[in-house]
């Protein structure tokens, strides 16, 4: 085994290799960036160059790209509050908010350090998978995964605000986020829901258009009406921000640790979609904030918010890979894609790959490392410059924002629909943060309700209700009633120290 | 005032040398555009892509082709819009969905096209459905399935799709004893849940099937009409039909897998221009390079000529209305 693991080093280190990857880091770097584009269709439109490649090279060149998006996606939605992926828009709520701050250095420094401890992590799980990956995947069965999706969306009882009114706020706004995800064909009768006789509504709300208004929108009506740059008067922290947001995800370790292994973990489990894992993290720092006053420091620029979705959405990637290598069976739609090129190349993903192509797993391993490595450091190199746009002034910056949010919502489908979807969710977020309900909840329900209803119908359909005894799912109850429980219990622990400050 | 006379005379003169053109009509200098009706990735978007790579080879004046994406509505977005908006000069072909004519049969709503008066270029590949059960399960044999008990799970994505369609029929008709799971996000996860053992087996198309067939986990049980000759021998779906409407309904079910990859350009585009796209489809479908590519993509590469498709698509629109009610009862196409 260490043997294989030397042979991917040294394999991806090869002139041809190392350029390929090279290439396709600097065209990640520019998916990552614009907002629309996603990894996924990048890894579509690259997937004809890898035909006359040796697997090392094409595995180095597409996986080289896809793992850097989440990267530098991170960096769009910071700045400028527009998500740069569909799996970076969690980023926004706080990275954006110590934008407004000027402390744009300081965040992006926290996301871009997060972001390659989440690839190490997301790399070292990939390499250590390898020998108990059958049962690791093989337990979780349809059961389990809808309870996945039950404990994502008890979560939004921790992303709401303080207080009974805030509770029903966020409870309301998630229910919304179901409702919304209604929208479509049906998943097992294929009966049309709520498509008003369209063809675009057929399959259901784009999640980018859908992204991209309900963030953005309401970021460019707010610099428009301020009408100073986007961090405003604030000065931009310089050099030391940038070390101060490194420092940061030292200070908060276990907390990186904690939802880059989230993220790894929705990884790993096939269907449950690249956008969840950073939602996912971004409720576990939520409730691992000691008190509801730490609580309440969320969605207003706490570094913590952008440590953890940071390092999730780039130890998916790593956790995506492992059901894909293994069994054929990819965890992500990028990762259905990537499936092709193992076929083009000549490799039948499978046990194979963990034993007679061993090596080529490893390189992958490599890829994900040296990838987020390079970007990293090119990232750092220019991040002074790039926190300088938020000194800008609107009037400049806008037109410019507003170009990338079009086009970012019209790559999603070239339908004119991709506009009115997101400028009916750009008006609605911009009502959301005028009237501070939070937006969290919302698509937290717009993700996970799909997920729910096909796993929970399928489960019914499979076990009738002997699923709900399973123990996976047993343990997983335990876990939803816990985060459900979270605020109230940072709530007690609030008032119990307000008690003894009295007392 | 000379120089406009010279500019119309010039016009006049391009006018009357096009028709002799069109004789040999060249793309040099042109784009040709691959509309596909689905997102970048899936089957039809990476056959389309693969087309593109090889069709300048074959066309005259080696133009460029490119790919684009219309997705939405099962590809009739795409569809209208090859229909009613793209040009019909040769520049535009669409890839859209085999089972739209299934579509127009039943009378989906927003189908705003006649799959008959589309310029038929043809289908670069056939699909072919098997169901295939768990290789640990004790049944061999389609009587094995009828007797099975319990029920054997079948896993499948939803109505409409070959995983759900083709085994519905199946237990509807042959009474082979299926219940039927539908709602798996892709046919990846069907696999999945097999493995976990979850699900006892499923239907699909036989080139996705067959590295599971290969690695031992499931073993094929019968075929749909549509077929390659590593799994020629399989029993066929209508050879047991149980009536003659039953083999019929069965029949129009499978006919579109038969043109399971198909193009088309808007109606109305010249015979010439047609004649010239389908000869470059079928030299690309013979060229030795695109053939191993497609091999190893998992395509099983079958030329149908354009003629003969829309003999195919003509043959499902004029079906007994009696086999088209039965038929409507189980087929949607949403």
């Known amino acids: 085994m260490l043997e294989a693991l030397l042979q991917g080093l040294v394999a991806v280190l090869q002139w041809n290799a190392l350029s390929f990857m090279l290439i396709g880091v600097a065209v990640g770097f520019w998916v990552g960036l614009l907002p629309g584009l996603g990894g996924a269709t990048t890894l579509a439109l690259l997937l004809p160059f890898v035909y006359n490649m040796a697997p090392v090279q094409a595995f180095a060149f597409l996986l080289g790209m896809h793992s850097v998006t989440a990267t530098t996606g991170d960096i769009t939605s910071i700045l400028f509050g527009i998500p740069g992926e569909g799996t970076t828009a969690a980023s926004i709520l706080d990275g954006h908010a110590m934008a407004k701050k000027g402390e744009a250095g300081r965040a992006l420094g926290a996301s871009l350090m997060s972001s390659l401890i989440g690839a190490l992590v997301g790399a070292l799980a990939l390499a250590l998978a390898i020998p108990v990956v059958r049962p690791l995947v093989l337990t979780f069965g349809s059961p389990e995964l809808f309870m996945v999706a039950i404990l994502g969306i008890a979560s939004i009882a921790s992303l709401s605000g303080r207080g009974p009114r805030g509770m029903v706020r966020g409870f309301l706004a998630g229910c919304l986020g179901l409702f919304f995800s209604a929208v479509g064909s049906d998943p097992q009768a294929a009966n049309l829901r709520y498509t008003f006789g369209t063809l675009y509504l057929w399959e259901g709300l784009g999640l980018v258009p859908v992204l991209v208004g309900f963030f953005a929108i309401p970021e460019i009506v707010d610099l428009a009406v301020r009408g100073t740059s986007i961090a405003g008067k604030a000065s931009v922290g310089r050099i030391s921000g940038v070390l101060e947001g490194v420092k940061d995800v030292f200070r908060h370790f276990w907390l990186t640790i904690r939802c880059s292994l989230v993220g790894t973990w929705i990884g790993v489990l096939p269907g449950l979609g690249g956008a969840v894992a950073q939602w996912m993290a971004y409720a576990h720092a939520v409730q691992s904030a000691k008190d509801a006053t730490y609580r309440e420091r969320f969605g207003k620029g706490d570094v913590r918010g952008v440590i953890g979705p940071g390092a999730a959405n780039n130890s998916k990637e790593g956790g995506d890979l492992i059901p894909t290598v293994a069994f054929g069976v990819p965890g992500s739609s990028s990762m259905a894609i990537l499936l092709g090129g193992f076929f083009l190349v000549g490799l039948v993903p499978g046990p194979d790959m963990l034993t007679k192509h061993l090596s080529v797993t490893f390189s992958m391993v490599w890829t994900i490392i040296l990838a987020n490595i390079i970007t990293v450091a090119a990232s750092f190199a220019f991040l002074n410059r790039l926190a300088g746009l938020t000194a800008i002034r609107a009037s400049l910056l806008i037109p410019f924002l507003l170009l990338l949010v079009f086009l970012g919502a019209y790559t999603n489908n070239n339908n004119i629909g991709d506009l009115v979807v997101m400028l009916s969710f750009g008006m609605l977020g911009y009502f959301m943060v005028r009237y501070r309900w939070p937006r969290a909840p919302l698509v937290l329900g717009l993700v996970l309700g799909d997920i729910a209803e096909r796993y929970l119908w399928i489960s019914t359909a499979r076990y009738g209700t002997s699923w709900l005894g399973r123990p996976a799912v047993l343990i997983l109850i335990f876990l939803t009633v816990l985060a459900a429980a979270s605020p109230f219990i940072q709530e007690r622990r609030s008032r119990r120290k307000e008690a003894l400050r009295a007392a | ?334």
Do not use: C, H
């Open chain 2, 1 to 334: 005032m000379r120089r406009v006379t010279a500019f119309l005379l010039a016009g006049l003169l391009l006018i009357l040398l096009t028709p002799a053109y069109a004789q040999q009509p060249t793309f040099a200098g042109k784009t040709v555009t691959i509309i596909v009706g689905y997102a970048p990735g899936g089957g039809y978007d990476r056959m389309a892509r693969m087309v593109a790579k090889y069709l300048p080879k074959y066309l005259a004046g080696n133009p460029t082709v490119i790919v684009q994406n219309l997705p939405g509505a099962n590809s009739i977005i795409a569809a209208n819009n090859v229909y009613n908006v793209a040009k019909p000069d040769g520049l535009t072909i669409g890839a859209f969905n085999r089972n739209l004519v299934l579509g127009q049969l039943v009378k989906v709503e927003g189908m705003r096209f006649d799959m008959t008066k589309f310029a038929w270029i043809g289908s670069t590949s056939n699909e072919t459905t098997v169901l295939a059960i768990r290789s640990d399960l004790p049944y061999r044999t389609v009587a094995d399935l009828v007797k099975a008990d319990p029920a054997l799970f079948i896993g499948a994505t939803g109505p409409g799709a070959n995983t759900y369609d083709f085994p519905l029929l199946l237990r509807a008709f042959l009474k082979l004893n299926l219940k039927i799971i539908s709602g798996y996000p892709s046919s990846s996860d069907i696999m999945l849940a097999i493995e976990r053992k979850e699900l006892d087996g499923r239907a699909g198309s036989y080139s996705s099937i067959k590295p599971f067939i290969d690695r031992g986990l499931v073993r094929p049980i019968m075929r749909a009409r549509a077929s390659v000759p590593a799994i020629a021998r399989l029993p066929v779906d209508e050879d047991l039909a149980p009536s003659e409407t039953a083999r019929a309904v069965m029949a129009l079910r499978s006919v579109p897998e038969v043109i399971g990859r198909p193009f088309v350009a808007p109606p109305g585009t010249p015979p010439e221009l047609v004649r010239a796209i389908r000869e470059a489809f079928d030299k690309v479908t013979k060229d030795r390079e695109f053939l191993a590519e497609a091999a190893a993509a998992g395509f099983d590469i079958e030329f149908v000529n354009g003629d003969e498709a829309l003999k195919i698509t003509l043959g499902v629109l004029t079906a007994p209305p009696d086999v088209v009610r039965i038929f409507q009862q189980f087929f949607k196409f949403e």
